[in-house]
């Protein structure tokens, strides 16, 4: 199958000095990670997910709700990056200046190579202390299994005691501040904007699309099928990032060019 790439896009990407990449759930999809509204499926089925990804949620029970990130976290553990992370770390070797701004909490963009990576949700490998907030030390290998399915103890912050959280941004939790900072500017500056695999439900995230287009930044969508962000952007390209995306390197740096 041939994905058509607008000849307008490949002229403004021949001449960008700074590319941006807004990245959600879809990214990593094919690197077997479900997406933010898949993962809950199966021992989570009953669960939506700001039921689980908030700090009440937490509160309320600690054992559900880390053993949901650690089941999340062992599928990243033996997942690998997909066309999709790799291209885009590539696409850094092609234009001066490339920010990838993400809202997964995985690793999958750093380990394709992608440097400065932007995490405005937080990362799953890089949990914290519930109470005192200090960073908590996970020991290496894949996390066990959760007994009888999902529920674990969380670990012990072993500077005060305090129960150990995932490293993530929960709904109700702000953005921090630096990387919310890094994200406005790169979408401020850059020639194009691509957000990939995101349902653009999720604010402030998705108000970084629009930030874009009010500026000189052609936006440019990659998903599976329409999102709120159909309007905003210039191109709507349909289909799997990771096929979508080595096509436009290859239609805008492809071998013969
Ligand atoms: C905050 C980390 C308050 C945890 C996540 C207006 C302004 C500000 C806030 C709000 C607002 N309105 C409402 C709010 C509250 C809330 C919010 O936005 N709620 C939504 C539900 C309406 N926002 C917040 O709470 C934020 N904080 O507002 O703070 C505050 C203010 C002042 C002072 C104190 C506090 C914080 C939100 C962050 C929550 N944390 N993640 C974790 O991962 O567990 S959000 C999480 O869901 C993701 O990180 C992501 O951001 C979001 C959506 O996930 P997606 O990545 O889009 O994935 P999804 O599954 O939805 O979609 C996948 C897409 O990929 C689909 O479109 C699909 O078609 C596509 N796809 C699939 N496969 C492929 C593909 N595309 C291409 N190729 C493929 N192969
Ligand atoms: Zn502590």
Redesign the pocket.
């Given at each position: 199958m041939t994905i058509e790439i607008p000849s307008e896009l490949i002229v403004v990407l021949r001449n960008a000095r700074h590319v941006a990449f807004l990245t959600?759930?879809?990214?990593s999809?094919?690197s077997g990670i479900p997406?933010?509204?898949?993962a809950l499926t199966g021992l989570w089925e009953n669960f939506d997910?700001?039921q689980l990804?908030s700090a009440d949620a937490f509160r309320r029970d600690r054992e559900l709700v880390w053993g949901w990130?650690e089941w999340r976290r062992m599928k990243v553990l033996k997942a690998e990056p997909n066309a999709?992370h790799c291209t885009i770390s590539t696409i850094a070797s092609k234009v001066p200046h490339v920010d990838v701004v993400t809202?997964?909490?995985d690793d999958l963009h750093e380990r394709a190579g992608s440097e400065n990576v932007v995490h405005?949700?937080?990362r799953l490998d890089h949990p914290i202390c519930f109470a005192c907030r200090r960073l908590h030390e996970l020991s290496l290998g894949i996390p066990e299994e959760p007994e009888g399915g999902r529920r674990l103890a969380p670990p012990r912050c072993e500077y005060c005691g305090g129960y150990v959280r995932?490293g993530?941004?929960?709904?109700?939790?702000?953005?921090p501040e630096s990387e919310w900072k890094v994200a406005v500017d790169a979408c401020r500056k850059c020639d194009v904007l691509f957000t990939?695999?995101?349902?653009?439900?999720?604010?402030?995230?998705a108000s970084l699309p629009v930030i874009a287009a009010r500026g000189r930044a052609m936006v440019v969508q990659?998903?599976?099928?329409p999102?709120s962000l159909d309007g905003i952007a210039q191109f709507n390209l349909v289909?799997?990032?990771?096929v979508i995306i080595p096509a436009l390197f290859d239609a805008v740096w492809g071998p013969s060019k």
């Open positions: 959600g759930a879809g990214v999809a094919e997406t933010f509204r898949d997910a700001e990804a990130y999709a809202q997964n909490v405005l949700h937080g995932p993530v941004v929960w709904f109700g939790e702000s953005v990939v695999g995101t349902s653009s439900i999720v604010q402030p995230a990659i998903n599976l099928g999102t289909g799997q990032a990771g």
